[in-house]
């Protein structure tokens, strides 16, 4: 009877000798690290976009490849600590959206590949050697938003053409961004003969703030900034314009949505599309230094937004 036994579980231990083997060939499922200053909420339709780019590049989350998720909350100085958490990781590739989460990213890896999204240029701002042959590890979608800061301004003033003085609102805490924005905005003003001044806020407090200013300040028309945490805060921003019959003018298509007056710049859901595509193309061999940067289509929107 012993004897019997002992065939009995040698039999069973060597029915499951291949599939242990089979379980330990097969390979990892490769993980992509997300890095973002926002929270998830704020972005839902645009992760809905890079979802489809990996899908249309073969990509499913859950199926063939993960998500590590890093969100930053609005406060961005936690970016530096997300990105180096997801370099611990040893993720395959990092998609950072926004310039501060791929300075971050940039700084906290010189190998893995990184997929970025800006609304800068990434040339100007030393992300990428040229558009063409990025160089290194950085490659990824242009959204030509601070380029793209001259066209607003002239869409502004054709709406209301005796408007003479302009708030800008920016970002004190996206420095590259809010640099590149007011020196693009600065010389279309000064051709326009428009005057400008600029308000700051990093926080909803700051932007409440900000329309407070304004109100004492009484500018003719508001310039909003290129910025994630804008984006966020896009409601809260909509509603301040209406109450303080402001008009404003946007980035993002978004803005419009949420009952803004009007909006100019790139198709980001196309944009954050393609950098799902770019990032499955890395995931299956593509090097980021072959992978030319890519500008993405732009998007006037009109809004509903009773002055």
Do not use: C
């Not at 030393?126 to 063409?132: D, E, M, N």
């Not at 800008?168 to 924005?181: D, F």
């Not at 921003?237 to 100019?264: N, Q």
């Amino acid at each position: 009877m012993s004897s019997r036994r002992e065939f009995i579980t040698l039999l069973g231990g060597a029915a499951a000798w291949p599939l242990a083997a089979r379980a330990q060939q097969q390979p990892a499922m490769p993980v992509i690290g997300y890095l973002d200053p926002r929270s998830p909420d704020a972005i839902s339709e645009r992760l809905r976009a890079f979802r489809q780019g990996l899908k249309d590049a073969g990509l499913v989350e859950g199926e063939n490849v993960a998500i590590e998720y890093r969100w930053a909350e609005g406060q961005y100085e936690r970016l530096q600590a997300l990105a180096a958490d997801l370099v611990r990781r040893q993720v395959a590739v990092i998609t950072p959206a926004g310039t501060p989460s791929i300075f971050a990213a940039k700084a906290a890896t010189s190998t893995i590949p990184i997929v970025f999204m800006t609304g800068d240029d990434p040339v100007r701002v030393g992300l990428v050697a040229s558009l063409a042959r990025p160089g290194g590890n950085l490659t990824g979608i242009g959204f030509l938003s601070t380029e793209l800061a001259a066209k607003r301004l002239e869409l502004l003033r054709e709406l209301l053409p005796k408007a003479a003085r302009v708030a800008i609102l920016v970002n004190p805490a996206s420095a590259a961004q809010t640099e590149a924005t007011v020196r693009e905005v600065e010389p279309a003003a000064r051709t326009m003969g428009l005057q400008i001044q600029v308000f700051n806020a990093n926080t909803s407090r700051e932007i409440g703030a900000a329309f407070e200013g304004m109100e004492r300040e009484r500018p003719d028309a508001l310039f909003v900034g290129p910025d994630p945490f804008f984006t966020a805060r896009r409601v809260q921003l909509a509603h301040l314009a209406t109450r303080y019959a402001v008009p404003a003018i946007y980035v993002g298509r978004e803005f419009a949505e949420a009952g803004g007056l009007m909006s100019y710049g790139a198709n980001i859901a196309d944009a954050w599309r393609q950098a799902g595509v770019y990032t499955g193309r890395i995931l299956k061999g593509t090097k980021p230094a072959d992978l030319p940067v890519v500008r993405a289509s732009l998007s006037y929107n009109a809004g509903f937004h009773a002055l």
